[in-house]
C-alpha cells in the first residue's frame, strides 16, 4: 500500500528525471549549434583564404602584364625612332639619288647636245664645200655606190630604176644602211620639194631637205666610229614630190655592210591627213598649214611601229576618203583611196604596185572624216560600198592578215563602219574608233586643227591594245612615243 510518503518520493524522482533530461537535451543541441558555428567559421576562413590567394595571383598576373605592356611600350618607341631615322636616313638618299640622276642626265643630255651639234657642223661644212663649187674635188675623193646597192634597206613602196637609181614618193618611206667609214653622201633629185628626217646612229640630226635634180645631200661627215647606221626618212607626203636617189658616196675605204635592224613586224597604214603627219609640228591649231611642219615620224602609224618594233607602211594622202575627197562637190569622188592604194607612187596613177615586195602582218585603215567633212555626202551604200572594195582588195592582195578599221569621232562613218564589220562577220576584220575627247582641242593640236605629237601619240594609246588584240603581239612596258 502507498503511502503518501511514499507517493511523494516518487514524484520528486518523476520531477528530477524530467528535469535531467531537458538539461540533457539543451547540451545536446547547445553542442550541435556550436559544431555548426564553428563549421561555418572555417568555410569562411578557407573561402576567404582561398579568395585572398586568387586575388593575389590575379594581382600578380597583373602586375606582370603590365610590366610586359610597359617593355612592349619601350620596345615600340624604340622601334618608332628607328623607323623614324631609317624613313629619314632612305628620303635623303632617295634625294641624292635624284640629285645624282638630274646631275648624270644633264650631263649626258649636254654630251649628247654637244655631240649631235659637232656632228651637224661637220656635216653642214661638208655641205657648204659641195654648195659653194667644190663638188667634184671633194667627191673625187670618195667612193660611188648606186642608189639600189643590194645591202640598203628600202622600206614602202620603192621603185629600182634601170640605171641603179631608186625611186619613191609615199609619205613615211625610208632607207636605212650599215656602212665603214667616215663620209656619206647622196645625189638625190626630186620633182617638187621634199623633208626628210636624218638619224646617224640612232640619234635625230634634223631635216634634210631635197629639191632640183642631181642635188648632192650631205648625210654624215667626221665620224669616229667603225661601223656606222644612217636612216633617211621621208616625212612630207607624196604630193611634195617624187624622190630619186641615184648615187651614195662614201669615205674612198668605205664599204655599205649588210643591215639587220631586228625588225621582223610589218604594219601598213591606210589613211588621211592624220596617218601623214599633216601639222604635226604646228604651233597652234590657227597656224596654217606648211609642208615644213607635216611630219609623218610624229605620226600614230610611226609611234605604233616603234612600240611593237615594226617596220610600217603609209598608204595615206590628207583630204582622201574611202568614197569622197575632202571638198568634193558630187557625193562620190571619182578617184578615192579605194583607187589610189593600189598605185606604186601617190601622185602617179599609171604605175600600179606589185604587191609581192613585203606582206604587212596587220592592216590599219583610217578612213571616214573626209567622207562626211563637207557636202553633199556619200549615201550609205556609197560609203561602204567603196569600203567593201577596199576590204575586198587586200584579202586579195594580202590574203586573210588582220584589218582594224578605225572609224572617225565625228560624222556617221562610226555606225556604218561598225555595221559594216559585224555584218561582214570575217573573224580577222577588227573595229575600233578614236572617240571625242580622246585628245582636247587646244595644246594637243597643231596646223589647221590637226593633232599635234600629243595628240597623235594619245591616238596610239588608244589603236596599241587593239593592234595587240588582233596580232597576238604582247604590249610591252616601253613608252609610246
Known sequence: M????????????????????????????????????????QLMQAHTQAHTQAHNQALQTHQSHNELHNQALQTQTAHNQALQTHNAANAQ?????????EA?????????????????????????QVQNGGAMALLSFKKEIPGDHSNI???????????????????GSYMELKFTGSFLA?????????????????VEQGVVETFGK????????????????????????GEQGKSTIHTLYLSKTGKILEYNPGRTRHIEFIGNSLTVGFGTEGKSKDEKFLASTENCNLAFGAIISRYFNADYTLIAHSGWGAARNYGDTSRV?????KDKMLQTFDMEPGQMWNFTSYKPDIVVINLGSNDFSTKPHPLKEEFLGAYSIIIDRLREKYGDVPI??????????????????????????????????VYNSDSDLGSVGHPNYSGQQKLAMVLIPYISTATGWALSPLPVR
Open 2 to 41: 502507498v503511502t503518501k510518503q511514499s507517493a511523494a518520493a516518487l514524484s520528486l524522482l518523476f520531477f528530477l528525471s524530467f528535469n535531467v533530461n531537458i538539461s540533457g537535451q539543451e547540451v545536446v543541441s547547445q553542442a550541435q549549434t556550436n559544431a555548426n558555428i564553428e563549421a561555418q567559421n
Open 93 to 101: 638618299a632617295q634625294k641624292d639619288h635624284l640629285w645624282a640622276i
Open 104 to 128: 648624270a642626265n644633264e650631263f649626258h643630255n649636254r654630251a649628247h647636245m654637244q655631240s649631235v651639234e659637232q656632228m651637224k657642223r661637220k656635216r653642214l661644212k661638208a655641205q657648204s
Open 153 to 171: 634597206r628600202y622600206t614602202g613602196r620603192i621603185v629600182k630604176n634601170e640605171d641603179g637609181s631608186v625611186s619613191f614618193d609615199w609619205s
Open 186 to 202: 647622196i645625189k638625190v633629185s626630186d620633182t617638187r620639194k621634199n623633208y626628210y628626217n636624218l638619224f646617224v646612229n640612232g
Open 214 to 237: 642631181d642635188s648632192v645631200i650631205v648625210l654624215a661627215s667626221g665620224l669616229k666610229g667603225k661601223n656606222n647606221v644612217v636612216r633617211l626618212q621621208k616625212r612630207s607626203e
Open 333 to 337: 569622188s571619182r578617184i578615192s583611196m
Open 404 to 437: 582594224l578599221c578605225v572609224a572617225p569621232n565625228r560624222g556617221p562613218a562610226f555606225e556604218y563602219l561598225q555595221e559594216f564589220v559585224r555584218a561582214r562577220a570575217d573573224k580577222k576584220l577588227h573595229f575600233t574608233a578614236y572617240l571625242q575627247g
